[in-house]
C-alpha cells in the first residue's frame, strides 16, 4: 500500500498536525524523519521494519554508516537520524548540568550513560576542575576494543596540566551489565593515584559506568 492510499487521518503527517507529536507511534515518529518510502515499500512499512529489527535502543546505538545499508534508509536519512540521536545524548547531558551542582558519581553516571551506551568499545573520559571544584574542560580521552583500553598515565596528567587543573575525575564504560572494576581498573587506578600525588594533583574519583549502574571507587573506599 501507498502511503497516499492511507486514510489523510492515518498518515503520520497529517495526525501529527491533527493530534500533536506525542498521539504518534514509534513507527509513525520514525516515519516522519525518514520522510518517503521506495518502489517496493512505504515509509511505514519501512519504519516498521527497521524498528522490528533494531529495537527503539538498537537503532539509536547504530553507527550511521550502518543504518546507510539498510533498504530505504539513504544516506541523507541515515546522517538525519544520527544527527537527532546526538541531539538526544547532548539534550540529556544538558538537563543533568541544569539539575545538579554537585559533581560526583551519580552526577557522571547520569550525564554520560547514555552516550557510553553507543559505543561499541571501552572509552575513557577525563573531567578535569579548579581548585574549587569547578569543571574546566571535559573530553573523552581514548578507544580501547570490547574489554580494555590502552591508556598512559602522563598523557592523562598532561591534559590536567594544560587545561590548569588541579583535581579530575576519570570514567569509563564497560560492555555489559557488570560496572565491577577488573584487576587491572584497579591496578590502573592505584598507579594514576600515585602518579598525580606526585604534581599535587587529586585524582577525585575513577567511575566506571555499565549499561545498567556504575562504580564508584571513592564510594568503595579503594585508595581514593
Not at 160 to 174: E, L, P, V
Amino acid at each position: 500500500m501507498k502511503m497516499l492510499d492511507l486514510p489523510i487521518q492515518e498518515r503520520p503527517r497529517e495526525k501529527l498536525t491533527r493530534y500533536g507529536v506525542d498521539s504518534l507511534s514509534n513507527v509513525e515518529l520514525l516515519a516522519i524523519i525518514i520522510g518517503s518510502g521506495t518502489k517496493n515499500k512505504n515509509v511505514i512499512d519501512i519504519a516498521h521494519d527497521l524498528l522490528k529489527e533494531k529495537g527503539l535502543l538498537g537503532l539509536f546505538n547504530t553507527p550511521y554508516k550502518e543504518l546507510e545499508n539498510i533498504d530505504g534508509i539513504s544516506s541523507v536519512t541515515s546522517m538525519k537520524l544520527a544527527s537527532i540521536f546526538e541531539l538526544s545524548k547532548r539534550i540529556s547531558m544538558a538537563k543533568v548540568e541544569s539539575e545538579s551542582t554537585t559533581i560526583n558519581a551519580d552526577y557522571i553516571f547520569k550525564k554520560y550513560q547514555q552516550t557510553l551506551s553507543t559505543y561499541q568499545q571501552e572509552v575513557m573520559g577525563l573531567i578535569v576542575l579548579d581548585k574549587k571544584s569547578h569543571i574546566i574542560t571535559e573530553k573523552i580521552l581514548y578507544k580501547g576494543t570490547n574489554n580494555n583500553i590502552h591508556t598512559s598515565n602522563k598523557d592523562i596528567l598532561r591534559e590536567i596540566f594544560i587545561n590548569g587543573g588541579s583535581k579530575f575525575y576519570i570514567f569509563h564504560n564497560h560492555i555489559g551489565d557488570s560496572s565491577f572494576p577488573s584487576d587491572a581498573d584497579i591496578t590502573f587506578t592505584i598507579a594514576l593515584i600515585k602518579e598525580a600525588k606526585r604534581y599535587d594533583l587529586e585524582l577525585v574519583d575513577h567511575v566506571i559506568i555499565s549499561r545498567k549502574d556504575y562504580f564508584s571507587f571513592k564510594e568503595a573506599n579503594i585508595n581514593i
